[in-house]
């Protein structure tokens, strides 16, 4: 069984940090689980362009505010506590934070290793053992 904090991860090398976002992963590749287990605080009133290409991503809205817009439709969503979206397609989108922090939990699979970040065209690369 694995039990961790996300405490334990603030301030380690598996807390991700950009000026729009903070990323505190807590269950990684390494874990073995087939998937990697996030918890993410959107910075307010910041944009994110993503496209996970390589990622699928499921993200469970808990607390705060915000939208996401997919791009090649121009679909805007309003980001709530008990919203659920799962970029199934690949959905390449830009994520707004709100008038409050956006907290969400993600899941990806395939499971990130800890220390990606996105690229300029919102992509995190692919893992090396995929090819």
Avoid at 42 to 53: A, D, E, L, V
Avoid at 62 to 86: F, M, Q, R, W
Wanted: aromatic share 8%; glycine share 10%; charged share 30%.
């Amino acid at each position: 069984m694995i039990v961790k904090n996300v405490k334990d991860v603030i301030g380690t090398e598996y807390e991700m940090r950009t000026d729009n976002w903070v990323s505190r992963r807590v269950l990684l590749k390494k874990d073995g689980m087939g998937f990697s287990f996030h918890e993410t605080v959107i910075r307010p009133g910041t944009q994110t362009h993503i496209h996970y290409k390589n990622h699928l991503e499921a993200v469970w809205v808990v607390e705060g505010d915000g939208e996401i817009e997919t791009i090649a439709d121009g679909k805007k969503y309003k980001l709530e506590p008990g919203v659920v979206y799962a970029l199934d397609e690949h959905d390449e989108h830009w994520l707004r934070g709100g008038k409050e922090p956006l907290r969400v939990i993600c899941v990806f699979n395939p499971p990130l290793t800890g220390d990606e970040v996105h690229d300029e065209k919102g992509v995190y690369p692919a893992a090396a053992d995929a090819a």
